[in-house]
């Protein structure tokens, strides 16, 4: 599978589980059907800025996207690839993505911390980004539409 496939699934993975290692990521990606060894784990891990951070939940480290990071970049390709399209509904942004990315780009726009963002839920395709009206939501999408084409 295509290295950006692969990586969007591990930005996925850790937003949902508390991942400690490379072996347990690795597993985690072949129950998902993803052929992989720990050196590829290893590299993708490296280009993405992941980082090890202390888990308030479970007291244990866990991978963690850093902010700030050199990757941000490659967060705005995987935004490009997937995202097919956007648009502001009332106090909403529906985001329409490839199929089984919806996922993954929830935990990456989460992560470019946008004002008053409320909630963001997420189906297999769709992605829905809540703010409190409709001028904090239309003003979010020129946002997202900025970094998008920057």
Same mark, same amino acid.
């Given at each position: 599978?295509?290295?950006?496939?692969?990586?969007?699934?591990?930005?996925?993975?850790?937003?949902?589980?508390?991942?400690?290692?490379?072996?347990?990521?690795?597993?985690?990606? $072949?129950?998902?059907?993803?052929?992989?060894?720990?050196?590829?784990?290893? !590299?993708?891990? *490296?280009? &993405?800025? +992941? @980082? =090890?951070?202390?888990?308030?939940?479970?007291?244990?480290?866990?991978?963690?996207?850093?902010?700030?990071?050199?990757?941000?970049? $490659?967060?705005?390709?995987?935004?490009?690839?997937?995202?097919?399209?956007? !648009?502001?509904? *009332?106090? &909403?942004? +529906? @985001? =329409?993505?490839?199929?089984?990315?919806?996922?993954?780009?929830?935990?990456?726009?989460?992560?470019?911390?946008?004002?008053?963002?409320?909630?963001?839920?997420?189906?297999?395709?769709?992605?829905?980004?809540?703010?409190?009206?409709?001028?904090?939501?239309?003003?979010?999408?020129?946002?997202?539409?900025?970094?998008?084409?920057?």
């Amino acid at each position: 599978m295509a290295r950006n496939i692969r990586q969007n699934k591990i930005l996925e993975l850790i937003s949902i589980h508390e991942i400690e290692t490379q072996d347990e990521l690795v597993s985690y990606l $072949k129950s998902s059907n993803f052929d992989v060894t720990q050196a590829t784990i290893s !590299r993708d891990i *490296k280009e &993405l800025g +992941l @980082i =090890k951070i202390l888990s308030q939940e479970s007291g244990r480290y866990k991978y963690a996207f850093a902010e700030n990071s050199p990757s941000t970049n $490659k967060y705005i390709y995987i935004l490009k690839d997937t995202v097919i399209s956007m !648009r502001a509904v *009332k106090n &909403l942004i +529906l @985001i =329409k993505t490839i199929k089984g990315f919806a996922s993954g780009i929830c935990g990456i726009v989460d992560k470019f911390n946008i004002d008053d963002l409320l909630g963001a839920t997420y189906g297999d395709d769709t992605v829905s980004l809540i703010f409190s009206d409709s001028s904090t939501a239309e003003y979010s999408l020129n946002r997202l539409e900025n970094i998008i084409n920057a």
